[in-house]
């Protein structure tokens, strides 16, 4: 089974601080999604990668960076985090090349979550 | 700016009836369409996908109906559980402008909660 792993199940920060979000996947996917779930707005694509070194932002991109300096880690960063950044964050990932992403084919796999709390 | 509008944003259902979800979209250059589902605490899980080129998908109790011309799609679950209580989002994959690589796009959700 595949198993993408976010690193803080819930995370408390202050206004201002530098936020780091990380992200494993073991199945040497190629694809790796960040994405943000708030109650009444679903699912929102922050940023993506298509392979190490490789971003592209999603359609959330304001106020959020990332890293991908090995296959299997994606992070998420908050340079400077403010309470509208507090919320569900999900990690997932997929295998690559020209697979439509969300078949079964390649699916999505989702990490279970990161709760960030922003005071 | 919402590309996949999901509805409703939450259902009760009694145990054995039809659960249904619809979800609509404009952009005709989505040429995938999946399902998730989310259980509380969970991350969303792939539950039932469906090709544009083909109008209905069914997997057990779980029936995608997808209509092209009208550019919409809906989820039904028959005789609907308990354990069917969760989060369902509607999604299309798209192609990513000037590359071979594709994106999901998500809808807000709908809150399923079954009544044994």
């Known amino acids: 089974d595949v198993k993408v792993t976010q690193s803080s199940r819930y995370l408390v920060k202050r206004t201002g601080e530098k936020v780091f979000l990380e992200c494993v996947q073991d199945?040497?996917?190629?694809?790796m999604f960040w994405y943000r779930q708030d109650p009444g707005l679903g699912l929102r694509l922050i940023y993506f990668s298509y392979d190490v070194k490789m971003k592209e932002k999603g359609d959330i991109p304001e106020g959020y960076s990332v890293s991908r300096e090995k296959k299997e880690r994606f992070s998420l960063i908050l340079e400077s985090a403010s309470t509208n950044q507090t919320s569900m964050y999900l990690c997932?990932?997929?295998?690559?090349?020209?697979?439509?992403?969300?078949?079964?084919?390649?699916?999505?796999?989702f990490g279970n979550g990161t709760r960030l709390t922003v005071t | 700016q919402q590309q996949v509008k999901q509805s409703p944003q939450s259902l009760i259902v009694q145990k054995g009836g039809i659960s249904i979800i619809n979800c609509a979209y404009e952009n005709t250059a989505f040429d995938y369409f999946p399902w998730y589902q989310q259980f509380p605490g969970k991350g969303p899980a792939l539950l039932i996908a469906i090709r544009p080129d083909v109008s209905e998908k069914k997997e057990g109790r779980f029936t995608i109906s997808f209509n092209k011309s009208a550019k919409q799609f809906s989820l039904h679950i028959m005789d609907s559980q308990p354990g069917d209580s969760a989060t369902y989002f509607c999604?299309?994959?798209?192609?990513?402008?000037?590359?071979?690589?594709?994106?999901?796009?998500f809808g807000k959700g709908t809150l399923l909660t079954v009544n044994p």
């Open positions: 997932a990932s997929t295998l690559g090349g020209n697979l439509r992403v969300g078949t079964w084919n390649s699916p999505l796999h």
């Open positions: 199945m040497d996917h190629e694809n």
């Open positions: 999604a299309a994959s798209i192609r990513v402008s000037g590359g071979s690589n594709y994106k999901l796009t």
